[in-house]
């Protein structure tokens, strides 16, 4: 079991923030964008997209995106992880599904903020849409995203198994699947209470974070 975790968890970390990253790399702007142009072409496409990733299985997803760009195009390799090019394709779909959420979170809070009177306020005393975005609208919106990585890495972890079955790829997910088919109950116990340890942690680390970035929170815990 410590030997499946010493050379087998690194992969799957790997690929978890990987997927995370990019997610919230490329999430948080397109998000930005959306609320910020609601009702444009942009914000339907993009509220388009993130519902139907969202609504598709990540079987399904994976399946499709390897026999297009592997099988068929040829522009990565189907299965692995030895090299960048291998790890393009299963971080791309596994990052999907946390992809649709922030984007979908930040464009609610950004319509949310953009509504309030201070910014209502600051829109009337005539400052400029960029300076009012900058000034009161972009950090409030974002402060919910610090409670999203423990959750996101939670379902991260249900599509690691998924995804490292698909691409073949030797991480926890493809070892828990395979200590599944030939009933090794020590090997699947040590796994679930791993996993549920890195899920606890993270969890544990956002809500510390979304405490330090919110004075709200902060105030609460002193009045209580």
């Known amino acids: 079991m410590n030997s499946i975790l010493r050379?087998?968890?690194?992969?799957?970390?790997?690929?978890?923030?990987l997927s995370l990253g990019w997610a919230l790399a490329l999430g948080i702007p397109v998000g930005v964008a959306a609320g910020l142009r609601r009702g444009t072409l942009l914000?339907?496409?993009?509220t388009t997209l993130t519902a139907v990733?969202?609504?598709?299985p990540l079987f399904f997803l994976g399946t499709v995106f390897a026999w297009l760009f592997a099988v068929e195009?040829?522009?990565?390799p189907p299965y692995g992880w030895d090299g960048w090019r291998t790890k393009l394709l299963p971080v791309f779909v596994l990052g999907l599904i946390p992809?649709?959420?922030v984007v979908r979170v930040l464009r609610f809070e950004m319509l949310e903020v953009l509504g309030r009177d201070y910014v209502l306020v600051a829109h009337g005393k005539g400052l400029r849409h960029g300076r009012v975005v900058r000034t009161h609208v972009l950090r409030p919106a974002l402060i919910p995203l610090a409670s999203m990585p423990g959750p996101m890495l939670g379902q991260l972890?249900?599509?690691?198994?998924?995804?490292e079955w698909i691409f073949?790829?030797?991480g926890l997910g493809r070892y828990f699947i395979a200590a599944a088919e030939v009933g090794d109950y020590p090997v699947i116990l040590g796994l679930t209470i791993a996993l549920t340890v890195a899920i606890a942690a993270a969890n544990l680390l956002s809500d510390i974070?979304?405490?330090m970035l919110d004075p709200r929170l902060r105030d609460a815990e002193v009045a209580t």
């Open 168 to 170: 073949s790829i030797p």
């Open 99 to 101: 992809f649709s959420q």
């Open 209 to 211: 974070a979304l405490a």
């Open 53 to 56: 990733t969202m609504g598709l």
């Open 73 to 76: 195009l040829g522009l990565v």
């Open 43 to 46: 914000d339907r496409a993009v």
């Open 157 to 163: 972890v249900a599509g690691l198994f998924v995804v």
């Open 7 to 17: 050379e087998q968890g690194p992969i799957t970390l790997e690929l978890a923030l």
